[in-house]
């Protein structure tokens, strides 16, 4: 396990995908989904950059503000994630 990261899965439902990746826990969640954003724009070319995301925890169907920080969040390695 990466100290600075957590892997989680993330799902896009906009475009069907989903994904395993690791995030930074130093980041805002607002600094993540342009992170996530850009990233799945270059990896498919069909997801359209846009400044209005949110990330869910589809377990317990929280909505992350933006402002705080991930690990302060309380998502950790094993999270199940949706960026919508």
Same mark, same amino acid.
């Given at each position: 396990?990466?100290? $600075?990261?957590?892997?989680? =899965? #993330?799902?896009? &439902?906009? !475009?069907?995908?989903?994904?395993? #990746? +690791?995030? &930074? *826990? $130093?980041?805002?969640?607002? =600094?993540?989904?342009? !992170? @996530?954003?850009?990233?799945?724009? =270059?990896?498919?070319? /069909? +997801? &359209? =950059?846009? $400044?209005? @995301? /949110?990330?869910? $925890? *589809?377990?317990?169907? *929280? ?16 999270? @199940?994630?949706? @960026?919508?």
């Amino acid at each position: 396990m990466k100290e $600075n990261k957590v892997n989680i =899965e #993330l799902i896009v &439902p906009s !475009i069907g995908q989903k994904y395993d #990746l +690791f995030i &930074p *826990v $130093n980041k805002t969640i607002g =600094e993540v989904i342009k !992170i @996530l954003n850009s990233t799945i724009n =270059e990896m498919t070319g /069909c +997801f &359209p =950059e846009n $400044n209005k @995301l /949110c990330i869910l $925890n *589809v377990r317990d169907n *929280v909505i992350y503000d933006t402002k705080t920080e991930v690990i302060n969040s309380g998502i950790k390695n094993g999270s @199940l994630l949706a @960026l919508i």
